[in-house]
């Protein structure tokens, strides 16, 4: 049973070198004129090492998205605010802990914001949001005579917007600030429900 520990520890161990190296190669070119090479010399493995885990520079690129998203949603209490009624304290907390994890994996996502290739990662942003924001929004006082669609997709993109502009500008305000600012947002526009 050790030895099998150790195997996946190892394999796990290769795949965040490799991962971290495409970040970094990433983020300092094109993703077009990126090779398995420049991964592979900057991770310090070999280019078949790579390929047992991917399949090439584009299942690495959506399997690192997939992988930025599923952990930014499940290990924030983001998701505690998707999916219940929630006070302001727990809203705003849930809001900071976006932010963190933001700050803490910077590299990621400065590098996924940067490029124009990456237009999954904003999608998938936006996407679990827009769910969010439909299952929160209260359609009476300021919505009342709305369309709740436009809203929904206006608030979404705003939001993701906010988050892009944070990223790009090296983080000017700390997190808890941001939630703070983002949380008013919400409750000017009846999505704190």
């Keep these: 049973m050790a030895?099998?520990?150790?195997?996946?520890?190892?394999?796990?161990?290769?795949?965040?070198?490799?991962?971290?190296?495409?970040?970094?190669?990433?983020?300092?070119?094109?993703?077009?004129?990126?090779?398995?090479?420049?991964?592979?010399?900057?991770?310090?493995?070999?280019?078949g090492t790579i390929y047992l885990h991917y399949t090439d520079k584009?299942?690495?690129l959506n399997r690192c998205i997939e992988d930025h998203l599923d952990k930014m949603i499940?290990?924030?209490?983001?998701?505690?605010?998707?999916?219940?009624?929630?006070?302001?304290?727990?809203?705003?907390?849930?809001?900071?802990?976006l932010?963190?994890?933001?700050?803490?994996?910077?590299?990621?996502?400065?590098?996924?914001?940067?490029?124009?290739?990456?237009?999954?990662?904003?999608?998938?942003?936006?996407?679990?949001l827009t769910s969010s924001i439909q299952e929160k929004i209260d359609m009476q006082g300021i919505n009342q005579g709305m369309d709740k669609e436009i809203i929904i997709e206006f608030t979404a993109t705003a939001f993701v917007g906010t988050l892009?502009?944070?990223?790009?500008?090296?983080?000017p305000h700390p997190p808890e600030y941001m939630a703070d600012q983002v949380w008013t947002l919400f409750k000017r526009n009846n999505i704190t429900s």
């Design 58 to 60: 584009y299942d690495l």
């Design 74 to 97: 499940s290990s924030c209490t983001l998701t505690k605010f998707i999916q219940e009624k929630v006070d302001e304290n727990e809203a705003k907390e849930a809001l900071k802990s």
């Design 164 to 171: 892009e502009w944070w990223i790009i500008n090296q983080k």
């Design 99 to 128: 932010f963190n994890y933001i700050q803490e994996n910077f590299l990621f996502f400065s590098s996924m914001l940067s490029s124009q290739k990456t237009s999954i990662f904003r999608e998938g942003i936006q996407k679990n």
């Design 3 to 47: 030895i099998g520990n150790k195997t996946d520890r190892r394999i796990l161990r290769t795949k965040e070198a490799i991962n971290r190296a495409f970040l970094e190669v990433f983020s300092e070119k094109e993703f077009d004129r990126i090779t398995i090479n420049d991964i592979s010399e900057r991770a310090n493995v070999n280019r």
